[in-house]
């Protein structure tokens, strides 16, 4: 049995996990997988009757998840109105083009371990991946559309208002306040060494108000959105690169159409990684954020309203600058949310973010120009 990355407990520990599962067969081998900054992500391949499948198992983070049930049961109840539909419509490959919850041996959508860990398991989706960076126009295209088609989907979800899984998500200004508490309390004493991002991001404070003014003054509607859509939470054919799979639904929950449009721009217009060391090489791609805003508005024209289309260059930067400001709240607070390889890891991914904002700034009539041709 392998388990290369895993120690002998850790291996043992899954094994009993997947014995917890309604699957069949024999655990051959486990490892870590994905590049998420949130779960722990594992590929178990087992031996059906001798034929080989995979399984995606993830221990949920029930730190930041604090109603793990609440969250399953959105997850749940997306999946199966999504299912329903291919179904209906006799998709062949269904279980490819939505996730597919598999239930606990006494029929729960998650386990809870002897560490009081959250697990749950998912048909493993084969042949397709989720890039971290976007190679070219065709996937900003694809992925766009897929995150679209996906809140089209869920704009018919039947019964009550979904559970917030993680309260004021997308509430840049509160957002903005915990940076402002964190750089206050220096709890870590590392701002002194970070003065010229905090002293950028205090002087944008009215981005983060631009969304939420927006709602408040009732021009943009609250609708059922993902509020993750990087571009490696859509897993893409790895022979056609034609957008299979919108992944990791723990964050679906009453949003702004924007939220979801202006995180695929922050994924797929930089040539470079979130995580790039040298922030000059980053920058918004105008072909790519052309791909994206038709990719996007080939279904999101179905239901979009002309706020929504008009503001899609300010949903752009303010998700960019949210992101930059929350990389860069957990830097000063000691790299208590996102994984982290290295030291510096959240302040060098708060540069790029950043960096993209002011790139946007430089382009913005242009971006303009692009949401407002039909
Ligand atoms: P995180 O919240 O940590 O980002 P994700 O749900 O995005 O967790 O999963 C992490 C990675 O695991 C994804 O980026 C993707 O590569 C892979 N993954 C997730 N779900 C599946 C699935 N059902 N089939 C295949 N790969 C998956
Ligand atoms: C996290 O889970 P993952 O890695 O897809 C985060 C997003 C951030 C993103 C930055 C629940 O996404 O909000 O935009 O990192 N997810 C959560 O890369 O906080
Ligand atoms: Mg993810």
């Not at 070219?136 to 996906?150: D, I, R, S, Y």
């Amino acid at each position: 049995m392998e388990h290369k990355d895993l120690s002998p407990e850790e291996f043992a520990h899954i094994q009993d996990i997947v014995a917890a599962f309604n699957i069949y067969g024999d655990v051959v081998a486990a490892a870590p997988y994905g590049s998420g900054h949130i779960n722990d992500t594992f590929v178990v391949n087992m031996s059906l009757g001798g034929k080989p499948v995979r399984y995606l198992f993830q221990r949920i983070n029930n730190d930041i998840f604090k109603d793990v049930p609440g969250l399953m049961s959105n997850v749940q109840r997306c999946c199966d109105h999504i299912q329903a539909r291919l179904q209906r419509e006799k998709v062949s490959d269904a279980s490819r083009r939505s996730l597919t919850v598999i239930p606990t041996k006494d029929g729960s959508a998650y386990h809870i371990d002897d560490q009081q860990k959250f697990w749950r398991c998912y048909i493993f989706i084969e042949d397709a991946v989720g890039y971290d960076i976007i190679e070219n126009e065709k996937q900003a295209f694809v992925a766009a559309n897929a995150f679209a088609n996906f809140q089209k989907y869920i704009t018919d979800l039947p019964g009550e208002r979904l559970g917030e899984t993680i309260p004021d998500f997308h509430n840049t200004i509160k957002r903005f306040e915990t940076l402002k508490a964190a750089i206050a309390e220096d709890s870590q004493g590392r701002a002194k060494d970070v003065q010229e991002e905090i002293e950028w991001a205090l002087a944008h404070e009215g981005l983060a108000h631009t969304l939420l003014d927006l709602r408040d003054a009732g021009d943009i509607p609250e609708r059922i959105t993902h509020n993750d859509t990087k571009l490696n939470n859509v897993l893409l054919d790895n022979a056609t690169d034609e957008a299979m799979c919108v992944i990791d639904l723990d964050t679906l929950m009453p949003g702004l159409s924007l939220y979801d449009f202006g995180d695929l721009i922050r994924t797929s217009t930089s040539p470079v990684a979130e995580d790039e060391k040298d922030p000059s090489k980053v920058h918004m791609q105008m072909n790519m954020y052309k791909a994206v805003v038709s990719g996007f508005l080939e279904s999101g024209r179905d239901f979009m309203n002309d706020c929504e289309i008009e503001n899609m260059p300010i949903g752009a930067q303010t998700i960019t600058f949210e992101t930059g400001i929350r990389f860069l709240t957990d830097y000063l607070q000691g790299d208590v949310y996102f994984k982290t390889k290295y030291d510096d890891h959240n302040i060098v991914r708060c540069r790029t973010q950043f960096a993209l904002v002011k790139s946007m700034e430089a382009q913005i009539d242009e971006m303009r120009a692009v949401a407002l041709v039909k």
